[in-house]
């Protein structure tokens, strides 16, 4: 890849992260990988994922902050190198967490930074782009919010979405009646508050509940995949930990996958290495070997 063309993909991954607009990615031949922050104290981050098998193809996500999911990317089947620097960090510094991913075809993961600053994991999730049931979405929830040990999440009037989820850990998918306006959440100790989100039929979605600057919690959600007549727009924008209102917002993802419907594989192997990443964006440069899968 010559240096002007890595400068056009770094310029095209920089507006996905940035919520400008982009083209959706396809897992026509390939697979789909995206890349989410989503550790309340961690600054932020420049995350880079890089080819094992060439070297010279490499992506950069830039001064990715808390609450910042990617928009997929179509990338071949191989090897991928994903490593985390603090940002702004010399390329050629030491990765405060690396983690090595195989991707398949008709495979489609997050990789997400998650828990607390001073034990900061990568985590793989399992995408599950399979379209719902007609009059249907699928929603999952991914607890990033400090302030809740654990979380109960309903829709109104549905099913649960969440029974005592702790911080840093995924649901499953739960199919819930499209149009639902708002979810119910409930922290450990705490009221049940009502919050807004805004899900069509036939969609996929990440439901993401995060602390906001105020000490409340907010909601976003994650479009993983699009429905019929739904038209992603944009990306969560970066550092929603730190500028979010109070009350949370909807901020859909592009996650488009042929039209939303993907067979989601086996072939994503995950083998992480977590840092002490406290000591490491402070500039002490002391690593603890760990790791943290699903």
Do not use: K
Not at 140 to 147: G, M
Not at 151 to 172: S, Y
């Amino acid at each position: 890849m010559t240096r002007t063309s890595r400068v056009l993909v770094v310029t095209a991954l920089a507006a996905a992260v940035t919520g400008l607009p982009t083209s959706a990615a396809t897992a026509a031949e390939g697979g789909l990988l995206r890349l989410a922050h989503l550790s309340p104290d961690t600054p932020a981050v420049d995350v880079y994922v890089d080819s094992v098998a060439d070297p010279a193809v490499g992506q950069v996500f830039p001064g990715v902050g808390y609450g910042t999911v990617s928009e997929y990317q179509d990338v071949p089947p191989g090897t991928y190198a994903i490593s985390m620097r603090a940002a702004g960090a010399d390329a050629a510094s030491p990765p405060v967490l690396s983690t090595t991913v195989q991707v398949g075809a008709d495979s489609a993961r997050t990789v997400a930074g998650v828990g607390p600053f001073a034990d900061l994991g990568l985590e793989v999730l399992q995408d599950d782009l399979t379209p719902p049931p007609a009059g249907s979405s699928r929603l999952r929830v991914i607890a990033a919010a400090a302030a809740a040990d654990t979380l109960d999440v309903a829709v109104p009037g549905g099913p649960a979405l969440a029974t005592d989820l702790a911080f840093a850990d995924t649901t499953g998918y739960v199919d819930v009646p499209a149009g639902a306006a708002s979810i119910t959440v409930t922290p450990e100790g705490g009221q049940p508050t009502e919050l807004p989100v805004q899900v069509a039929a036939g969609s996929v979605y990440s439901v993401l509940v995060l602390d906001t600057p105020g000490g409340g919690l907010a909601v976003q959600t994650a479009l993983d995949a699009a429905g019929p007549g739904v038209v992603p727009a944009g990306g969560v924008e970066a550092g929603a930990g730190g500028t979010a209102a109070s009350g949370g917002s909807s901020l859909p993802v592009l996650v488009s996958a042929a039209g939303g419907s993907l067979a989601v594989g086996a072939g994503l192997f995950l083998a992480t290495t977590r840092a002490t990443a406290a000591g490491a964006l402070r500039g002490r440069g002391r690593h603890a070997p760990g790791s943290r899968a699903r």
